[in-house]
């Protein structure tokens, strides 16, 4: 299994686009959706020039989101910037996969730089952390993705089948929605995670495997990762749900409330996070106390074994002596009476053993 964790990456230059990701073959690809209650238009494969015509002649009081799909291309994110007048650090803080969930307001733009899980393999047992970007403004929204993933599926479906409220409602709704199929993502993982942590949990309790320690160390390892990328999400959040924090236009008071529901719920998460951690702790624990008392369990046996044959040997080492002075020497049934009193020897230790339950 394969930990999740950040890509470590060079320092970046404020103001200065590179891409500093680990996908540079990811084909390019743009997607625009255009709607309100009673309007819907999809924008698929289309160049940015179009995409920009598109926008331009969008219907008055629709909400419009373009998402990105590959992001080294420095050239179109420059393009993208300066179309929608993103400052030019802004843009390059997207290209920044190395810092935590963090939320920058200025005053009619909102960035947001979130960690997510992507979508979990279980035939593959793969976690990996990927860095989406937001770019929220008035009537728009940018998503920008290093590569095609399937967060989004269900937005997507709802924005097209006018289902639930997405339609109805505004940018910042849309965001809400956004946030919550990432966070969807983490529940589905960490499901998967509580598990497969129950069933090491019941291998340490009943068998010693090496594989078993080995298996909590990794389930250990990415769920604290997976924790490193939901505490900055928490205060992120947490931030958002303050009404008094809000001081730009772009997300809407209306919305406040959605935003405090995804607050608790990155705490539900934390709590689910810390509640296995301390089962694989547990598990740790019944890993080396069971280690530890099979270890006694062998010790004790061949103690017993030990002391069976203390009295045995004393025998055979009194007559191997040779002395001629020894009268069962000459004795004709002598080899047989001592090995009959050997044998009762041994019967009767384990009798008592067997009466003091020490085996």
Known sequence: MRRAKYKKIKKLQPNYLEYSGNYPDVPISMQLFIYNEDVFHEYNNLSLSEMINVINQAEPDTVKWFNLHGLHDIELLREIGSFFA?????????????RRTRMEELEDIMFFS???????????????????SFILKEDVLLSFQEKKGDFFNLIRERIRTKTGQTRKRDTSYLLYGLLDSLMDSFLTTLDWFEDNVEMVLIEAKSRYKKETLIRIEEY?????DIKRAIIPLREVLYNLR??????????SKNSISFFERLQYKSIEMLDQIEYNLNKLDSATNYFFASQSNRMNEIMKVLTIVSVIFIPLTFIVGIYGMNFDNMPELHSPNGYYWTLA????????????????KWF
């Open 86 to 98: 993103i400052e030019s650090y802004i843009m390059a803080e997207i290209l920044n996969f190395g």
């Open 341 to 356: 009193a050997m044998l009762l020897i041994v019967l009767f230790m384990i009798i008592y053993f067997k009466w003091k």
């Open 114 to 132: 979130v960690k997510a899980i992507l979508p979990f393999r279980e035939e593959e047992s793969i976690v990996d952390v990927e860095q989406i």
């Open 242 to 251: 303050d009404k008094k924090s809000i001081t730009s236009s772009v997300i």
């Open 220 to 224: 250990t390892q990415e769920l604290q």
